[in-house]
């Protein structure tokens, strides 16, 4: 059995998986919210849900972290540039403790190449391996790279797939290319003034002029999206994207759960997709190769 839980802003929720030749979800807990950056002790009804599975993975949501993206021209040092902009825009960055991931992102975007950083502190760190210790941590992945991951297990990703997502007051643009392989992505602070419908059809548009790519299929997913507001959304873009879907990650997977899990799965899905891509052992998208390898020399 193998256990995944992702740290939502505004709640915990944790599933049991029995691997089989697809994953088969046995239960689910919600629970309350936990601050990485300030807790460091597990909720007693979360390590009791856990207890007991041979692998726990966990997913940390994209505000626990510092994203930055810059470009990289074709006569440049990747590595010289690297360290230019980990030094003029990073200046808070703890050298050694702080973990890094780097990706490369495969779409050309305003005619350069471009780069990401996502930087998790120290602390959180830290606090996961105290949350943790003595249980078998397997993965540490970022909640976005897990939403990728649920959706290319659940067959979403058709051409160049744009998937958007709002969390509490950011959203997430992932564009996967048609390898499957991330070609854009940009962390954007929500905007009160503005309806989620006309952000989802700014962010589309936004990407398309950036990129100079077509967009064959938008999967939104998020907070708040109800069947009305997911109704409007196909509306606002139906003229510049032909399929809009609501990313709906248990079609990949089998339940052996009661009728209440089941249904709060459906009704739910597009906000707890994080942990079932998290089960996709093929998918290392955004994920820290050892949390707690920062902490040994401390």
């Known amino acids: 059995m193998i256990s995944t839980i992702y740290v939502h802003p505004d709640r915990t929720i944790a599933a049991k998986w029995r691997v089989d030749d697809v994953p088969v979800l046995s239960d689910l807990l ?19 849900f856990v207890q007991g599975s041979e692998k726990i993975r966990l997913a940390l949501p994209m505000s626990s972290t510092v994203v930055h ?21 990073l200046p808070g960055l703890s050298h050694g403790r702080d973990l890094i991931i780097d990706h490369s992102l495969s779409w050309t975007m305003s005619g350069a190449t471009w780069q990401s950083l996502y930087v ?10 105290s949350m943790f210790r003595n249980m078998p941590l397997d993965r540490v992945q970022l909640a976005a790279g897990a939403e990728a991951a649920a959706a290319r297990m659940a067959n979403f990703v058709r051409g160049n797939t744009l998937l958007v997502g709002r969390r509490t007051d950011r959203w997430e643009i992932i564009a996967l290319d048609q390898h499957d392989a991330i070609g854009h992505f940009i962390v954007r602070a929500d905007d009160t003034q ?6 989802i059809r700014d962010i589309v ?8 790519m077509q967009i064959d299929h938008l ?11 997911f109704a409007v959304i196909q509306g606002s873009v139906g003229d510049i994207v032909e399929q809009v879907s609501r990313l709906m990650p248990f079609r990949s997977v ?31 998208d955004l994920t820290l190769s050892d949390v707690c390898a920062s902490l040994a020399d401390d």
Not at 205 to 212: A, E, P
């Open 219 to 229: 999967c939104v997913y998020g907070d708040d999206l109800d069947k009305s507001t």
């Open 254 to 284: 089998r339940a052996e759960t009661t009728e209440d899990v089941r249904s709060t799965c459906l009704r739910l899905a597009h906000v707890i997709a994080p942990v079932v891509g998290l089960c996709n052992d093929a998918s290392m």
């Open 205 to 212: 548009i936004d990407v398309i002029g950036s990129s100079g």
């Open 120 to 129: 998790v502190p120290h602390e959180i760190c830290s606090n996961i391996c």
């Open 69 to 89: 993206r810059y470009p990289i021209e074709d006569d440049e040092s990747v590595i010289e540039r690297r360290a230019f902009e980990i030094a003029t825009c």
């Open 30 to 48: 919600f629970a309350d919210p936990i601050d990485c950056e300030t807790t460091s002790t597990l909720p007693a009804n979360v390590r009791a």
């Open 194 to 199: 503005i309806d989620h419908p006309a952000m």
